[in-house]
């Protein structure tokens, strides 16, 4: 069984550019949801996807945006890009929408300079 | 909206020796779920223990036990036995049943283990 897969493990982006992020999410698991996390800070949630439909949203600007594919892939996309954008990107996958506990990737770690 | 609180930003604890890290939560709902999660250096989150409110028996997963005192909204996470692998940051997690089932964390608490 293939666990949680992100890429880029790290990039440097340009204040003002976009970024995009990706996350493979286990086997059968059909529920993606996103984190940032600060350094020195705890996860905060951004937003979750169940069947490719947004499932829900933290509170987050709507430059930041996702997409759930069929295979239940996900990808976070970030517009124009802030300095305090830099921080590690965390997805998890879950089996379950209402009992499943998440399972989280290695993260990506994004520098706006 | 819920929170979860851990007031102890770093621990220090010797090999072999017993630790306790707090995290108390606020929150109006009855059903929910708790859960410890582990973040060494390498950045992935490793889930450590997880605990449902309707249970009352508190869970134990090996060296790794909790806690959980529902009417004081606390949930404190033991370990046992201390190994130099458990040093990390511990993450105190709240998920609702209801909604987005997202997951609310604590600022977290690094766990230093002597040797």
């Known amino acids: 069984e293939t666990g949680v897969t992100q890429s880029p493990t790290h990039l440097i982006k340009t204040r003002g550019q976009q970024v995009t992020l990706r996350c493979s999410s286990q086997?059968?698991?059909?529920?993606v949801s996103w984190y940032q996390q600060a350094l020195g800070q705890g996860p905060q949630f951004i937003f979750q996807?169940?069947?490719?439909?947004?499932?829900g949203r933290g509170n987050f600007p709507p430059r930041f945006s996702g997409l759930q594919f069929p295979n239940y892939s996900s990808e976070l996309n970030v517009n124009a890009l802030e300095l305090d954008d830099s921080a590690l990107y965390l997805c998890?996958?879950?089996?379950?929408?209402?009992?499943?506990?998440?399972?989280f990737g290695p993260g990506t770690r994004l520098t706006v300079t | 909206a819920q929170t979860v609180t851990q007031s102890q930003p770093e621990m220090s604890v010797q090999e072999a020796e017993t630790v306790t890290l707090s995290c108390t939560y606020d929150?109006?709902?009855?059903?929910?779920?708790l859960f410890w999660y582990k973040q060494p250096p390498s950045r992935q989150m490793i889930l450590v223990i997880r605990?449902?409110?309707?249970?009352?028996q508190n869970a134990t997963e090996n060296r790794f036990s909790v806690n959980f005192q529902k009417a004081a909204k606390s949930f404190s996470l033991k370990i046992s036995d201390s190994q130099l692998g458990d040093a990390a940051m511990y993450f105190c997690?709240?998920?609702?049943?209801?909604?987005?089932?997202?997951?609310?964390f604590g600022t977290g608490t690094r766990l230093k283990v002597l040797a």
């Open positions: 996807y169940y069947r490719e439909e947004e499932n």
């Open positions: 929150t109006s709902e009855s059903d929910y779920y």
């Open positions: 086997s059968g698991h059909n529920t």
């Open positions: 998890a996958s879950s089996l379950e929408r209402v009992r499943g506990e998440q399972y």
């Open positions: 997690a709240y998920r609702t049943t209801s909604g987005t089932y997202k997951y609310i």
């Open positions: 605990q449902e409110a309707y249970k009352q």
